[in-house]
């Protein structure tokens, strides 16, 4: 029997490692062994370790996407089945990537036909930024350039899933609604909360959806792909904490992740996603995201624990330039963890700005 692949797009920040946990959990209740595949431009990832820690066999596609690394994402996805197979498999793609369908799904459906059985193709819709974009509004927000890898992955969507509708007025959420049905009429639009899971019965009913999807091409220009992906800065950061008395690990967290966004600001740059996660020994976590200037710090994740020793791990995607970024990451997790007494050895810390993408497979038309 195929295994059903079900990979979930979105910007960065709109909310994807969330919802793939939640839908994890509604397979798991099915009866199915679920595995995931997360993806990005660097290594040491936030979502592979937060996905980990919940319990979910996960493997990791670093160094480019997975229309980059398609043959890397099949042998993850076999990788998966070394132990017990999986029935289905959940994957993240870098949440600054679009033509998705041309270049992993129609490819899946093609030369893997019998081994795996797609699922529709659901892209998240990040509010904080989304409402900008489709409004064309350029204040405090991303370029020309990064708005149309934006609205791209809303266009092949097979359905828009309008996310944090537990953080939206009923105005706001209407008006999003009105915006995204204008822009991008006949493609359907469910309203969810990946943290409450308001909505996400349909989301899955969505997915368990068989026939002609996953067949949207886009007509898309790699110069301005390639240029908007550029403009992000891409900071993975890891590093040991210690310190002679227990230590506040979510507090820490916050704080970090305030001051980061704080820097960014007096950078001049528009964050994309800040995201961390701290681990004590014990497998106790928490997960702390800010997902645009304008947005307040949250722990989506509280992790309640005091240690004397932690790992921590920050994944920062801002418009701000890479090296400058990597240093305000060192510098204020230093600061903020010696204000509670704790020391920092960083052990692997990598700063990029994304490469122009170069598909293994692009098809021209709907074959699958």
């Given at each position: 029997?195929?295994?059903?692949?079900?990979?979930?797009?979105?910007?960065?920040?709109?909310?994807?490692?969330?919802?793939?946990?939640?839908?994890?959990?509604?397979?798991?209740?099915?009866?199915?062994?679920?595995?995931?595949?997360?993806?990005?431009?660097?290594?040491?990832?936030?979502?592979?370790?937060?996905?980990?820690?919940?319990?979910?066999?996960?493997?990791?596609?670093?160094?480019?996407?997975?229309?980059?690394?398609?043959?890397?994402?099949?042998?993850?996805?076999?990788?998966?089945?070394?132990?017990?197979?999986?029935?289905?498999?959940?994957?993240?793609?870098?949440?600054?990537?679009?033509?998705?369908?041309?270049?992993?799904?129609?490819?899946?459906?093609?030369?893997?036909?019998?081994?795996?059985?797609?699922?529709?193709?659901?892209?998240?819709?990040?509010?904080?930024?989304?409402?900008?974009?489709?409004k064309n509004l350029p204040a405090g927000g991303f370029s020309p350039k990064a708005a149309y890898i934006f609205k791209k992955q809303l266009e092949e969507a097979d359905t828009i899933v309008l996310n944090r509708v537990d953080e939206l007025a009923p105005a706001e959420l209407d008006e999003l609604a009105r915006l995204v049905g204008e822009q991008f009429p006949g493609t359907p639009v469910l309203r969810v909360s990946a943290r409450t899971g308001a909505g996400f019965d349909e989301l899955l009913a969505f997915l368990d959806r068989t026939g002609g999807f996953g067949r949207k091409i886009l007509d898309i220009d790699y110069d301005t792909y390639a240029e908007?992906?550029?403009?992000?800065?891409?900071?993975?950061?890891?590093?040991?904490?210690?310190?002679?008395?227990?230590?506040?690990?979510?507090?820490?967290?916050?704080?970090?992740?305030?001051?980061?966004?704080?820097?960014?600001?007096?950078?001049?740059?528009?964050?994309?996603?800040?995201?961390?996660?701290?681990?004590?020994?014990?497998?106790?976590?928490?997960?702390?995201?800010?997902?645009?200037?304008?947005?307040?710090?949250?722990?989506?994740?509280?992790?309640?624990?005091?240690?004397?020793?932690?790992?921590?791990?920050?994944?920062?995607?801002?418009?701000?330039?890479?090296?400058?970024?990597?240093?305000?990451?060192?510098?204020?997790?230093?600061?903020?963890?010696?204000?509670?007494?704790?020391?920092?050895?960083?052990?692997?810390?990598?700063?990029?700005?994304?490469?122009?993408?170069?598909?293994?497979?692009?098809?021209?038309?709907?074959?699958?």
């Amino acid at each position: 029997m195929a295994v059903r692949f079900v990979m979930v797009g979105g910007f960065l920040g709109a909310g994807k490692t969330t919802a793939l946990g939640r839908l994890a959990r509604m397979y798991q209740a099915r009866g199915h062994r679920v595995g995931v595949v997360t993806n990005d431009q660097a290594h040491d990832l936030v979502d592979t370790n937060t996905f980990r820690a919940q319990g979910l066999t996960t493997e990791e596609v670093p160094g480019a996407c997975f229309c980059c690394r398609f043959d890397d994402l099949v042998g993850k996805v076999g990788a998966l089945s070394v132990g017990e197979r999986p029935d289905v498999i959940l994957a993240e793609p870098v949440g600054s990537c679009t033509d998705l369908v041309a270049t992993v799904i129609q490819p899946l459906r093609d030369l893997y036909r019998g081994e795996f059985a797609v699922a529709p193709y659901p892209v998240l819709f990040k509010p904080s930024h989304g409402a900008r974009i489709l409004k064309n509004l350029p204040a405090g927000g991303f370029s020309p350039k990064a708005a149309y890898i934006f609205k791209k992955q809303l266009e092949e969507a097979d359905t828009i899933v309008l996310n944090r509708v537990d953080e939206l007025a009923p105005a706001e959420l209407d008006e999003l609604a009105r915006l995204v049905g204008e822009q991008f009429p006949g493609t359907p639009v469910l309203r969810v909360s990946a943290r409450t899971g308001a909505g996400f019965d349909e989301l899955l009913a969505f997915l368990d959806r068989t026939g002609g999807f996953g067949r949207k091409i886009l007509d898309i220009d790699y110069d301005t792909y390639a240029e908007g992906e550029a403009e992000l800065g891409w900071l993975n950061a890891a590093a040991r904490l210690t310190a002679a008395a227990p230590f506040d690990l979510d507090a820490l967290l916050t704080a970090v992740l305030t001051q980061l966004a704080a820097a960014c600001a007096a950078l001049g740059g528009e964050v994309a996603h800040l995201k961390l996660i701290g681990m004590d020994d014990a497998g106790a976590f928490g997960v702390g995201n800010v997902v645009s200037s304008d947005t307040a710090p949250k722990l989506s994740l509280p992790s309640g624990v005091r240690p004397t020793a932690a790992d921590l791990i920050v994944n920062a995607r801002a418009a701000i330039d890479p090296a400058a970024l990597e240093a305000e990451v060192r510098r204020v997790v230093t600061e903020e963890a010696g204000k509670l007494g704790v020391s920092v050895e960083f052990r692997t810390s990598q700063s990029l700005r994304p490469g122009r993408p170069v598909p293994t497979h692009r098809y021209a038309a709907a074959k699958g």
